[in-house]
């Protein structure tokens, strides 16, 4: 029994013994890499990231010079201010064209509707320094809520209109949420705020006429005249028009 209970007790010492050892190299082991392999791994990320850094700036400087070789012969022979000044008139001209263009479209559209309310012509431009639309010698944002709505659809369906006389890109419609609807429930407006009954007539009839590209006009009040117009109504009921959107 005593012979048993000595080899544990060896046994036992020499197991400490082994553990103090491996703690011993371990914490040796522990001490050179945070002295010697952590500062060394640091510095070789550091050397990498500049490397990496030089050999982009190296790729841009190559870039940027063979881009200005590319200019430099182009613009051979032409006074580079000149032809800055050339572009820029050049952009300018083409620019106020297609606004006059366009402004012609408005006005036509808007004279079919007599957004006015009399048979005659609506001058229709655009000011540059106010960057708004000027009709009938008024700016836009001096017309009531109703009539803004009606003009910026006009505008939206012009452009689109333009676009393809130009073969510009365009989706090929427009989808119009309440240009007719001037308020909402239990909103109380100006006159000048609201939009004639005969004027939202002659709104969905001038537009009617479209057959190149699609409009799509979405409201809340629509009591008028359908001919010549696919017109959906939603009614949540299951027996009556359509249910809803979707």
Same mark, same amino acid.
């Given at each position: 029994?005593?012979?048993?209970?000595?080899?544990?007790?060896?046994?036992?010492? +020499?197991? /400490?013994?082994?553990?103090? %050892?491996?703690?011993?190299?371990?914490? !040796?082991?522990?001490?050179?890499?945070?002295?010697?392999?952590?500062?060394?791994? /640091?510095?070789?990320? %550091?050397?990498?990231?500049? *490397?990496?850094?030089?050999?982009?700036?190296? =790729?841009?400087?190559?870039?940027?010079?063979?881009?200005?070789? %590319?200019?430099?012969?182009?613009?051979?022979? !032409?006074?580079?201010?000149?032809?800055?000044?050339?572009?820029?008139?050049?952009?300018?001209?083409?620019?106020?064209?297609? !606004?006059? %263009?366009?402004? =012609?479209?408005?006005?036509?559209?808007?004279?079919?509707?007599?957004?006015?309310?009399?048979?005659? *012509?609506?001058?229709?431009?655009? #000011?540059?320094?106010?960057?708004?639309?000027?009709?009938?010698?008024?700016?836009?944002?001096?017309?009531?809520?109703?009539?803004? *709505?009606?003009?910026? *659809?006009?505008?939206?369906?012009?452009?689109?209109?333009?676009?393809?006389?130009?073969?510009?890109?365009?989706?090929?419609?427009?989808?119009? #949420?309440?240009?007719?609807?001037?308020?909402?429930?239990?909103?109380?407006? +100006?006159?000048?705020?609201?939009?004639?009954?005969?004027?939202?007539?002659?709104?969905? =009839?001038?537009?009617?006429?479209?057959?190149?590209?699609?409009?799509?006009?979405? +409201?809340? =009040?629509? +009591?008028? #005249?359908?001919?010549?117009?696919?017109?959906?109504?939603?009614?949540?009921?299951?027996?009556?028009?359509?249910?809803?959107?979707?």
């Amino acid at each position: 029994m005593n012979e048993t209970i000595e080899l544990i007790h060896n046994q036992n010492k +020499d197991l /400490k013994n082994t553990l103090n %050892e491996n703690e011993s190299s371990f914490n !040796i082991l522990n001490s050179h890499i945070n002295n010697e392999l952590k500062p060394t791994k /640091k510095s070789l990320e %550091e050397k990498m990231g500049k *490397a990496v850094e030089k050999e982009v700036i190296k =790729q841009k400087i190559i870039y940027l010079t063979t881009m200005i070789n %590319e200019l430099n012969t182009e613009t051979k022979g !032409i006074p580079l201010d000149l032809k800055i000044v050339s572009n820029i008139n050049n952009d300018n001209d083409n620019v106020s064209s297609s !606004i006059n %263009e366009l402004c =012609q479209i408005m006005s036509k559209h808007l004279e079919d509707m007599r957004f006015n309310q009399v048979n005659s *012509a609506i001058e229709v431009y655009f #000011d540059y320094k106010e960057h708004d639309f000027i009709i009938d010698n008024k700016l836009r944002s001096v017309y009531g809520k109703g009539y803004r *709505a009606i003009i910026y *659809a006009v505008f939206l369906i012009s452009l689109m209109q333009y676009c393809y006389t130009k073969n510009l890109p365009h989706t090929g419609f427009v989808l119009i #949420d309440s240009p007719l609807t001037t308020y909402q429930e239990g909103e109380e407006l +100006d006159e000048k705020d609201k939009i004639p009954n005969d004027l939202k007539k002659r709104f969905i =009839q001038t537009f009617s006429k479209e057959r190149e590209n699609q409009i799509i006009i979405l +409201d809340n =009040q629509f +009591d008028m #005249d359908t001919n010549g117009i696919n017109y959906i109504k939603f009614t949540k009921k299951a027996d009556e028009g359509r249910y809803g959107f979707l």
